[in-house]
């Protein structure tokens, strides 16, 4: 199987988009976001391949994401 690159969202033919300005109100929002979420991710790579070590682990990475998703809520 030939590894396919990754589109960038201006490659892709706009009738295959979601419609993002229901979300977000410029493009420079979205920017922004998805900064922050690439971020956000890096955060976890202490989790990988332990996420599953013990139950601990599991609440703390649980616990991690639950914050990140409440504080990117109470922005919207």
Known sequence: ???????KRSEVPVNLTWDLTDIFKTKADYDKVCQQTTAT????ADFKDHLGDSPQNLLLATEKLVN???VNIDKT
């Open 41 to 44: 991710v890096k955060h976890f």
């Open 1 to 7: 199987m030939a590894h396919k690159r990754k589109l």
């Open 68 to 70: 990140v998703i409440d």
